[in-house]
Protein backbone atom coordinates (compact mmCIF):
# COMPACT_ATOMS: atom_id res chain seq x y z
CA UNK A 1 0.00 0.00 0.00
CA UNK A 2 1.69 3.55 -1.11
CA UNK A 3 0.74 5.68 1.15
CA UNK A 4 3.15 8.60 0.16
CA UNK A 5 0.39 10.76 -1.61
CA UNK A 6 -1.86 10.94 1.45
CA UNK A 7 -2.14 14.88 3.32
CA UNK A 8 -0.53 15.37 6.27
CA UNK A 9 -3.08 15.78 9.38
CA UNK A 10 -2.34 19.18 9.74
CA UNK A 11 -2.59 19.69 6.17
CA UNK A 12 -6.81 18.42 5.95
CA UNK A 13 -6.93 20.35 9.42
CA UNK A 14 -6.27 23.36 7.58
CA UNK A 15 -7.87 22.50 4.58
CA UNK A 16 -11.22 22.03 7.32
CA UNK A 17 -11.24 25.51 8.15
CA UNK A 18 -11.18 26.31 12.08
CA UNK A 19 -13.17 24.05 13.81
CA UNK A 20 -15.11 25.47 16.57
CA UNK A 21 -15.50 24.66 20.41
CA UNK A 22 -18.75 22.02 19.28
CA UNK A 23 -17.06 20.48 16.64
CA UNK A 24 -14.01 17.87 16.49
CA UNK A 25 -11.58 16.28 13.49
CA UNK A 26 -12.29 12.72 12.87
CA UNK A 27 -9.81 11.18 10.04
CA UNK A 28 -9.92 8.05 8.31
CA UNK A 29 -7.78 5.99 6.08
CA UNK A 30 -9.51 5.11 2.03
CA UNK A 31 -7.62 2.66 -0.34
CA UNK A 32 -8.48 3.41 -3.81
CA UNK A 33 -8.81 0.31 -6.40
CA UNK A 34 -8.77 2.30 -9.24
CA UNK A 35 -5.27 4.14 -8.38
CA UNK A 36 -3.49 1.57 -5.65
CA UNK A 37 -3.19 4.41 -3.48
CA UNK A 38 -4.51 5.16 0.26
CA UNK A 39 -5.54 8.72 1.39
CA UNK A 40 -6.55 9.84 4.59
CA UNK A 41 -9.13 11.95 4.45
CA UNK A 42 -10.45 14.25 7.41
CA UNK A 43 -13.44 16.16 7.87
CA UNK A 44 -15.48 17.76 10.65
CA UNK A 45 -17.85 16.28 12.79
CA UNK A 46 -20.87 18.42 15.21
CA UNK A 47 -20.67 16.93 18.76
CA UNK A 48 -23.72 17.42 20.64
CA UNK A 49 -24.14 20.57 22.08
CA UNK A 50 -24.63 21.99 25.58
CA UNK A 51 -28.03 21.48 26.99
CA UNK A 52 -28.73 25.05 28.87
CA UNK A 53 -31.64 23.79 30.87
CA UNK A 54 -29.18 21.17 32.60
CA UNK A 55 -28.48 21.68 35.91
CA UNK A 56 -26.29 19.54 38.27
CA UNK A 57 -25.93 19.81 42.09
CA UNK A 58 -22.83 18.46 43.78
CA UNK A 59 -22.82 17.53 47.52
CA UNK A 60 -19.30 17.82 48.49
CA UNK A 61 -16.92 20.31 50.61
CA UNK A 62 -16.47 23.06 48.35
CA UNK A 63 -18.86 25.42 46.64
CA UNK A 64 -20.28 28.21 47.18
CA UNK A 65 -23.18 27.34 49.27
CA UNK A 66 -22.77 26.13 52.88
CA UNK A 67 -25.52 23.87 54.11
CA UNK A 68 -26.58 24.74 57.57
CA UNK A 69 -29.55 22.25 57.56
CA UNK A 70 -29.95 18.45 56.41
CA UNK A 71 -33.41 16.87 56.93
CA UNK A 72 -34.65 13.42 55.09
CA UNK A 73 -38.35 14.25 55.80
CA UNK A 74 -39.69 10.76 54.07
CA UNK A 75 -38.23 8.29 52.24
CA UNK A 76 -34.27 7.52 51.75
CA UNK A 77 -31.59 9.41 53.41
CA UNK A 78 -28.77 10.96 51.31
CA UNK A 79 -25.46 11.46 52.77
CA UNK A 80 -24.94 15.21 54.51
CA UNK A 81 -22.21 17.00 52.63
CA UNK A 82 -20.86 20.21 54.06
CA UNK A 83 -21.39 22.37 50.97
CA UNK A 84 -23.28 22.68 47.82
CA UNK A 85 -22.10 23.48 44.25
CA UNK A 86 -24.58 24.12 41.29
CA UNK A 87 -23.13 23.72 38.25
CA UNK A 88 -24.78 24.64 35.05
CA UNK A 89 -24.58 21.55 32.45
CA UNK A 90 -23.62 17.94 32.67
CA UNK A 91 -20.28 16.32 35.08
CA UNK A 92 -18.27 13.71 33.31
CA UNK A 93 -18.48 11.66 36.72
CA UNK A 94 -18.53 11.87 40.49
CA UNK A 95 -16.00 14.83 41.40
CA UNK A 96 -13.31 13.95 43.66
CA UNK A 97 -14.49 14.51 47.47
CA UNK A 98 -18.19 14.85 46.39
CA UNK A 99 -20.74 12.41 48.14
CA UNK A 100 -23.47 12.38 44.90
CA UNK A 101 -24.44 14.59 42.75
CA UNK A 102 -28.06 15.31 41.01
CA UNK A 103 -29.34 16.21 38.25
CA UNK A 104 -32.71 18.21 36.37
CA UNK A 105 -33.15 20.11 33.78
CA UNK A 106 -35.74 23.78 33.18
CA UNK A 107 -39.05 23.17 31.44
CA UNK A 108 -41.88 24.57 30.50
CA UNK A 109 -44.28 25.60 33.49
CA UNK A 110 -47.55 22.79 34.11
CA UNK A 111 -50.56 22.53 35.54
CA UNK A 112 -51.57 25.95 35.33
CA UNK A 113 -53.86 28.45 33.46
CA UNK A 114 -52.98 31.09 30.74
CA UNK A 115 -53.74 33.45 33.19
CA UNK A 116 -51.79 31.90 36.14
CA UNK A 117 -49.00 32.09 34.28
CA UNK A 118 -48.78 35.58 32.91
CA UNK A 119 -49.25 36.31 36.78
CA UNK A 120 -46.40 34.18 37.87
CA UNK A 121 -43.90 35.73 35.41
CA UNK A 122 -45.00 39.13 36.20
CA UNK A 123 -44.02 38.64 40.27
CA UNK A 124 -41.27 35.90 40.62
CA UNK A 125 -37.80 37.19 40.89
CA UNK A 126 -35.01 35.45 39.16
CA UNK A 127 -32.17 33.59 41.41
CA UNK A 128 -29.06 35.16 42.10
CA UNK A 129 -29.76 38.14 43.48
CA UNK A 130 -27.41 39.55 46.17
CA UNK A 131 -29.61 40.08 49.29
CA UNK A 132 -30.44 36.38 48.39
CA UNK A 133 -28.04 34.85 50.86
CA UNK A 134 -30.26 31.93 51.97
CA UNK A 135 -31.16 28.90 49.65
CA UNK A 136 -32.85 25.53 49.74
CA UNK A 137 -32.80 22.72 47.26
CA UNK A 138 -35.64 20.34 48.11
CA UNK A 139 -35.02 16.74 46.30
CA UNK A 140 -38.88 15.35 45.81
CA UNK A 141 -39.91 11.67 43.94
CA UNK A 142 -43.66 11.08 43.81
CA UNK A 143 -45.25 7.54 43.93
CA UNK A 144 -46.22 5.41 41.42
CA UNK A 145 -49.35 6.05 42.27
CA UNK A 146 -49.20 10.01 41.62
CA UNK A 147 -47.77 8.81 37.46
CA UNK A 148 -50.74 6.67 36.50
CA UNK A 149 -52.89 9.61 37.52
CA UNK A 150 -53.63 11.31 33.66
CA UNK A 151 -52.47 14.72 33.03
CA UNK A 152 -55.90 16.54 34.23
CA UNK A 153 -56.32 13.77 37.45
CA UNK A 154 -53.01 15.75 38.10
CA UNK A 155 -54.01 18.93 37.36
CA UNK A 156 -56.78 18.72 39.47
CA UNK A 157 -55.11 17.77 42.87
CA UNK A 158 -52.19 19.83 41.63
CA UNK A 159 -54.33 23.47 41.16
CA UNK A 160 -58.33 22.75 42.70
CA UNK A 161 -57.42 20.29 45.90
CA UNK A 162 -53.76 21.93 47.09
CA UNK A 163 -54.06 25.44 45.44
CA UNK A 164 -50.24 25.07 44.70
CA UNK A 165 -49.49 28.20 42.28
CA UNK A 166 -51.60 30.45 44.38
CA UNK A 167 -50.25 29.49 47.47
CA UNK A 168 -46.63 29.63 45.80
CA UNK A 169 -47.80 33.18 44.66
CA UNK A 170 -47.99 34.44 48.40
CA UNK A 171 -44.40 34.83 49.13
CA UNK A 172 -43.40 36.42 45.70
CA UNK A 173 -41.05 37.85 44.75
CA UNK A 174 -39.52 37.71 47.97
CA UNK A 175 -38.55 33.89 47.68
CA UNK A 176 -37.30 33.11 43.95
CA UNK A 177 -37.20 29.69 43.06
CA UNK A 178 -36.70 27.45 40.01
CA UNK A 179 -37.76 23.85 39.26
CA UNK A 180 -35.76 21.33 37.41
CA UNK A 181 -37.51 17.74 36.30
CA UNK A 182 -35.49 14.78 36.65
CA UNK A 183 -37.66 12.42 34.78
CA UNK A 184 -37.21 14.03 31.60
CA UNK A 185 -33.37 12.95 31.67
CA UNK A 186 -32.45 9.69 29.62
CA UNK A 187 -30.56 7.81 32.97
CA UNK A 188 -32.53 7.36 36.16
CA UNK A 189 -32.51 9.74 38.63
CA UNK A 190 -33.17 9.02 42.28
CA UNK A 191 -35.63 12.15 42.35
CA UNK A 192 -38.21 13.58 40.30
CA UNK A 193 -37.80 17.14 41.08
CA UNK A 194 -35.23 19.35 42.49
CA UNK A 195 -36.48 22.45 43.60
CA UNK A 196 -33.94 25.36 43.95
CA UNK A 197 -34.98 28.52 46.29
CA UNK A 198 -33.14 31.75 47.32
CA UNK A 199 -34.09 34.54 49.64
CA UNK A 200 -32.91 37.10 51.89
CA UNK A 201 -32.42 36.64 55.56
CA UNK A 202 -35.32 38.59 56.27
CA UNK A 203 -37.67 36.25 54.52
CA UNK A 204 -36.37 33.12 56.52
CA UNK A 205 -39.77 33.01 58.06
CA UNK A 206 -42.06 32.95 54.97
CA UNK A 207 -39.94 30.51 53.48
CA UNK A 208 -41.01 28.24 56.33
CA UNK A 209 -44.37 29.04 55.95
CA UNK A 210 -43.93 28.35 52.86
CA UNK A 211 -42.88 24.87 52.94
CA UNK A 212 -45.35 24.03 55.76
CA UNK A 213 -48.11 24.97 53.58
CA UNK A 214 -47.44 22.86 50.99
CA UNK A 215 -46.31 19.64 52.71
CA UNK A 216 -50.08 20.07 53.83
CA UNK A 217 -51.73 19.93 50.63
CA UNK A 218 -53.25 16.93 48.97
CA UNK A 219 -50.87 16.96 46.44
CA UNK A 220 -47.73 16.35 49.14
CA UNK A 221 -49.84 12.92 50.24
CA UNK A 222 -48.19 11.43 46.82
CA UNK A 223 -44.64 12.21 47.78
CA UNK A 224 -42.67 9.10 49.32
CA UNK A 225 -39.02 10.63 49.45
CA UNK A 226 -37.94 14.29 50.09
CA UNK A 227 -34.72 16.03 51.18
CA UNK A 228 -34.61 19.51 52.79
CA UNK A 229 -30.98 20.87 52.48
CA UNK A 230 -31.19 24.61 53.69
CA UNK A 231 -27.42 26.71 52.73
CA UNK A 232 -26.41 30.23 53.26
CA UNK A 233 -23.85 32.28 50.64
CA UNK A 234 -21.78 34.88 51.26
CA UNK A 235 -23.68 38.23 49.43
Avoid at 90 to 113: C, F, I
Wanted: proline share 6%.
Amino acid sequence: MDASNAPSVDESRRQTGNLNRRSFLCCAATWSVATGTAALRCFAVESKPMNPRLFTFVGANSGPWTVTRFKTVVGDPIPEPGRLDIVSGALPGLPAGAQWMLKGVTSNVRYVEKDEKAELESKQAALGRPEATHGALIPIRKNAKWWTLTQSERRAIFEEASHHTAVGMKYLPAIARRLHHCRDLEGAEPFDFLTLFDYAAKDATAFEDLVAALRTTEEWKYVDREIDIRMTRQG
